[in-house]
């Protein structure tokens, strides 16, 4: 049975400048301004004297913040999936250069790479936690590790589309690329204001589900997740505003009492066609509002959660989807 992830947190950055710096330096020197640079990430303290050189990524929600920063050919090697539906041919085709080392999973769906793989491309930063290749194991060998924050295990009390915009900031300090990082929180903010005047949902109530393919344990995203703001922006009353958690466990007799007009059903691979039948033949899933008037949109997972230029991708397309 997969599971979608349940560990969120915040991403803190304070920059640190040396003292002293010579007036005069110029280059590669003068590059340097603003660094060193700490991130406190996943309650770890990460510090770059210098912009990453060789990044090895090891999951797929950093993708649009590195493209939007124009650092993706920074990113050295690749593992794990990157489905060719979340990016447009500019970003699929940065990613078709970049060397990809594994994408086998388990049945719980974690990757699974050894850690002599990832060492042995000399990475000065790796993106993404796996079961093997933990903080401890990788600062051992003096590598940095960066976790997307909604993926740390402490939790985020509110996302939000602010939470996409300072995780962009953090990147662009991170990469030296902070005026790449203003212009694209720019664009962002103005999409969101854009979609958000839309308000498709006006009148209408939704809930955001990640159902298991085959039967079995159908989960509920509550207003911890990204899935709640993303419901508010494009005007729809949150079925489980009621409930601070990220995601938990819902009963198809709760479903059926809170009987949302819409559903959006996440998955991380597959046929969408299968996943909504997932839903529809839940025992009693005909008395359904949503069901029954066909409201039921299944969209890929990171078009909503973690927090990221994609969660903006994914509000559009929801708009899209129940415009009325």
Do not use: W
């Not at 393919?213 to 494009?234: C, D, I, K, N």
């Not at 991380?268 to 359904?288: H, R």
């Amino acid at each position: 049975m997969i599971r979608p992830m349940i560990a969120t947190a915040a991403l803190v950055l304070t920059t640190t400048t040396a003292c002293g710096a010579d007036a005069t330096t110029t280059g590669t020197d003068a590059a340097r301004d603003g660094f060193p640079v700490t991130l406190e990430n996943c309650g770890a303290q990460v510090t770059f004297d210098a912009p990453p050189e060789r990044v090895v990524m090891l999951k797929s929600s950093a993708v649009p913040y590195l493209h939007a920063l124009g650092v993706m050919d920074q990113v050295v090697a690749r593992a794990g999936d990157y489905p060719a539906d979340y990016y447009d041919a500019a970003t699929r085709a940065e990613l078709d250069d970049i060397p990809l080392l594994t994408d086998e999973m388990d049945t719980s769906g974690h990757l699974q790479i050894s850690k002599e793989v990832v060492i042995a491309e000399q990475p000065d930063l790796v993106i993404g936690e796996v079961d093997n290749l933990s903080r401890d194991t990788l600062d051992a060998v003096d590598i940095d590790l960066l976790e997307e924050p909604a993926m740390c295990p402490e939790g985020v009390d509110d996302p939000g589309f602010e939470d996409v915009y300072s995780q962009l900031e953090a990147y662009g300090r991170v990469f030296d690329r902070t005026d790449e990082a203003a212009q694209a929180v720019t664009d962002l903010r103005r999409r969101v204001t854009d979609l958000e005047t839309k308000k498709v949902g006006k009148g209408r109530t939704a809930a955001v589900l990640y159902p298991t393919v085959g039967g079995g344990v159908t989960y509920a995203y509550g207003t911890r997740s990204m899935a709640h703001p993303q419901l508010e922006a494009a005007g729809f009353e949150d079925v489980f505003a009621d409930v601070d958690e990220r995601v938990f466990e819902v009963s198809t007799e709760d479903l059926l009492e809170r009987n949302p007009d819409v559903l959006i059903l996440l998955h991380n691979a597959g046929d969408p066609a299968m996943v909504e039948k997932s839903i529809t033949q839940l025992a009693g899933a005909e008395d359904l509002t949503a069901v029954r008037n066909g409201d039921v949109m299944a969209q890929l997972f990171n078009f909503t959660e973690p927090p990221s230029a994609l969660s903006v991708d994914g509000l559009e397309r929801i708009i899209d989807r129940f415009a009325q």
